[in-house]
């Protein structure tokens, strides 16, 4: 039994900060009901910057973090403002957000101190209590987040933007404070991941990760944080577990993405959460009147 | 007292003018009506009051305050709120998230102790519910509280959007069409309710409706509108004999009757 | 130097637009990005060198063959991950997400199968090509040399130039057709009004399937002349994204857009890489493509569209 400890392990570190990244992400599809092809960019901001740091001894690992955080959050103003202000068509904003990816990998291919497209290597620094902490305090934060005034001026405008604003919602403001929110998580998830895999570089950020992170939100459950986590821990872990399934996994997400449009456009969970069903499993036991 | 006055206000679409120079005022505590034919701009006057659109010229001044082309959200805490006629509910959270959420867009919060949820935070949580289930229980909706909006009879419906619009805690209601689709006898309670909200809540109301019989039981004052333009306004009385509004209004339905 | 940037950047340009018709083409009666087109042009080189390769067929039928098999490729496309959305009215942007799932499967299929390896055009296809623009060229009364020619000082690939003739005559062609034919002008009625048009007893699902695969057919020819010149690979889907963004500059939904967009995003893209830098240059072509659904979302001859929600 003990020898599966390390690959048990193994497995919570990559679903851990898998599902960091895809809680960030359903703040803003999910919930805020605005789609983005590229949000793995600010999980690369955040691996790079982080990685950056402890590579040249900068700073400590933990400050790195933060760092890693912080320049996913100031990359997400600076797409989000000029975007969101414009009030773009959803799949223009999308294909904003596209963009935005493309042309970070192109910068980390190039520039000198991210040694370009040869990658970094780093030192592994993200242990299992790193991450539990880390995962604890990002589900902890996202679920009051959503609970606040602010969760819920993100789901009013999901279901109605013009009812939204006269309910008192700032449309502006309250969009681009979900995508910061859901940036700094991602970014987060990067420094985490730098920090696990030793080995950073720019294709492990591109255009097909964020649609990965995508079609794992939309198959969760849009409106849901549980649904998402469930699904990343199911295609983070078969995989690992089935290694033949490896080559599989991306095609695999592509027909997903497909299917769930078609068929279930409001994925596993659609807009409950897993605690819901405990809800009313307890009612059904007291026999109450649901 | 006028808590709304609209002095010239017209608003232009490629070159067609839904709303031309319109000038009225709702009186505090009153109810006021807006009539008049389909397509006479009634809708639109309630966006450009609203601003949903900014009005190409013209000047809203609300509580004595100018409130021409302000963004939506603003206008709504200087103390304006509407409902829609396609009804706009959030249509998957439930009737009690409907309510709740502009009270909570009127309680400070800031971000930080919203993402710790401190206990500042959980208080604010805890008065907006118990806020939020006196206006549903005064819209008779408590027992639905946690059903889904989406889920809802239509008639409950309207009275969900209503119950939100009062939940943002405004001085004047813009009701849009409430009777949309309801019968006689459920529009004879909303009538009552109506009268009833307004007192409770102390609200003056502006009411689009095309249901004639509750326009002139409910209604202190009526605007009518035709082409954009005002066509007369007056007590409900001096509107019924008014030749003008019988011709362009009531005398057009006589002769579709006719035809 | 400045002439001979502005003709690499229009040859350039050229291939941007054959790419580009094919998203301006479907948007113009959806409504929506198909991300799925990157890959069918990557499947149509495919389909090319499979011709080319392993049956050793000549240009002729190695062209019509993948012309033909992207065609299908496309409207298969479209019945499999489109239809059941679009009738059931979804937002444009679930069909967006679908067409991008689409991409990521189809990609991603080719690599689990046929693996990552990159494959040239046999030679013989190549000059083949580079054969016909000879003749051409030496008709014309001009000497090439074995694949440039050089005019006033200007030296141009013959493979560019080609590229850059049939792209612009077979848009023209495309554009005729849309315009002078029976159903082109169904089309041209469904770009305006699709639910008028099947009130109006015009069979929808075979006019889009008809639109599909003229999508698809530019894709194929895209796909064999971005084989020869370059390399058949997964990844070449990639090169589309810049075509994409020819076409929102051009306007999406416009054909002359899409052309013009092509040659815009063509002579820019090589006179940033000639005179401020080759590396970056992808960044101001992003960049670019930001600053313009900002501030002008409809593109040059793009008319406003109304999203869906």
Redesign the interface.
Known sequence: MSAYIPYITHIFMIVGINIIAVTGLSIFTGFTGLFSLGHAAFVGIGAYISGILTYYEYTNYYVALLAGMAGATVASLIIGIPTLRAKLRSDYFAIATLGFGEALRVTLDNLDITNGARGLGLEVHTTPIVLLFSLVAVLFTASNFLKSRYGAACIAIREDSIAAEMSGVNLFRTRLLSLVLSAAFCGLSGGLLAHYFSFIKPDMFMLVQSTQLLATVIAGGMGSLSGPAIVSLVFMSLPEILRWLEMWRLPAYGLLLVLIMIHRPQGLMGYRELTDFFVIFKRREKGGKN | MELLEVKELSRNFGGINAVDSLSFEAKTGLVTGIIGPNGAGKTTVFNLI???YKPTCGEITFDSRNCTGL???II??TGI??T?QNI??????TCL?NV???I????E?S?VS????LGS?RR??REAKEEAMSVLSAMGLSNEANRVAGTLPYGLQRKLEIA??I??SPKLLLLDEPAAGMNPEETLSLVDLISEIRRKFNLTILLIEHHMDLVMNICDHIVVMESGRLLFRGAPDEVRRNEKVIEAYLGKSANKQKA | MFLQTLVTGLSIGGIYALMAVGYSLVFSVLSFSNFAHGAVIMLGAYMGLGLAAKLNLGLGLVLSGAIAGAGVLAVLNERLAYRALRQRRAPSLYLMISAMGCAVFLENMVYATIGAKPYPFPDKITNQVLDIVRNIISFLGLAAEHSVIEIAGITLSLLDLAAFVISLLSIYALHIFIMKTRTGIAIRAGVDDLTMCSLMGVNTNRLIAVVFFLAGAFAGLAGVYLGIKYYVQPTMGSITNKAYIAAVIGGLGSLPGAFIGGLILGVLETFVSAYISSVWRDVYTFTLLIALLIWLPNGLLGHETEEKV
């Open positions: 609203t601003g949903v963004r939506p959200d709504v805490k709120s509407r829609f706009r509910l959030f249509k998957r959270s998230e709740l959420t502009p909570l867009q009127r309680k919060c971000i919203a993402l710790v949820r935070a604010i949580e939100r619009a939940a943002a």
